[in-house]
């Protein structure tokens, strides 16, 4: 396929980075349906799905304000709606 004004480009690919599975043969195929999915995830061990490690609260969102510039874009609008 040739774009107009790109023919001097050559077409390239980039190569698949091959996925790490340090060593093993990995059989598990991807599941093909939410229920395939969530009885894959039932088998993965407590040990592996509990973290020992506490997450950090949420910060508290700065308050939301409309300046008045903006507000004057939208004054009219419901005569436009």
């Known amino acids: 396929m040739v774009l107009a004004g ?3 480009y050559r077409l390239v690919s980039l190569p698949v980075a091959p996925s790490a599975t340090y060593g093993e043969t990995v059989t598990t195929s ?3 349906s939410f229920d395939e999915l969530i009885d894959d995830c039932a088998d993965i ?3 592996v799905c509990s973290s020992q490690t506490l997450l950090p609260l949420p910060l508290n969102a700065a308050p939301w304000t ?3 510039r ?3 874009q939208v004054n009219d609008i419901d005569d436009y709606v």
């Open 6 to 8: 790109y023919a001097h």
């Open 30 to 32: 991807e599941a093909e």
């Open 45 to 47: 061990p407590r040990a």
């Open 66 to 68: 409309v300046s008045d």
């Open 70 to 72: 903006c507000l004057s």
